[in-house]
Nanobody, 125 residues
């Protein structure tokens, strides 16, 4: 069991940036592959990004490649999602999740066992 907490969401104008944080209180986050997913109103949850336990392997959805960067910070026991050049299509609740598998199918939400409550990101002019 791992308890995850997301933070860093907010309201920004198109072209702006946000940095989301996924943190764990009593678990070592580097023991788990970590994924970021998002869900917009009336839409299904979709894959955004993921990072392996070592941090060597990273994955990105086509819609965010070149704009988002996923980063592990071992010292702070956290995983960040740096989001640049945001557009209204990025508006959603963002969730981080941890997988109990060593090498999961990173893009599949069903490969993840533990989920945070989410943080809201709104991009609007």
């Amino acid at each position: 069991q791992v308890q995850l907490v997301e933070s860093g969401g907010g309201y920004v104008q198109p072209g702006g940036s946000l940095r989301l944080t996924c943190a764990a209180t009593e678990r070592t986050l580097s023991d788990y592959p970590i994924g970021w997913f998002r869900q917009a109103p009336g839409k299904k949850r979709e894959f955004v990004s993921a990072i392996s336990k070592s941090g060597i392997t990273t994955k990105y959805a086509d819609s965010v490649k070149g704009r988002f960067t996923i980063i592990r910070d071992i010292a702070e026991n956290a995983v960040y999602l740096q989001m640049n050049d945001l557009n209204p299509g990025d508006t959603a609740v963002y969730y981080c999740a941890a997988s109990g598998l060593h090498i999961p199918e990173y893009e599949s939400e069903y490969e993840y066992d533990y989920w945070g409550r989410g943080t809201q990101v709104t991009v609007s002019s």
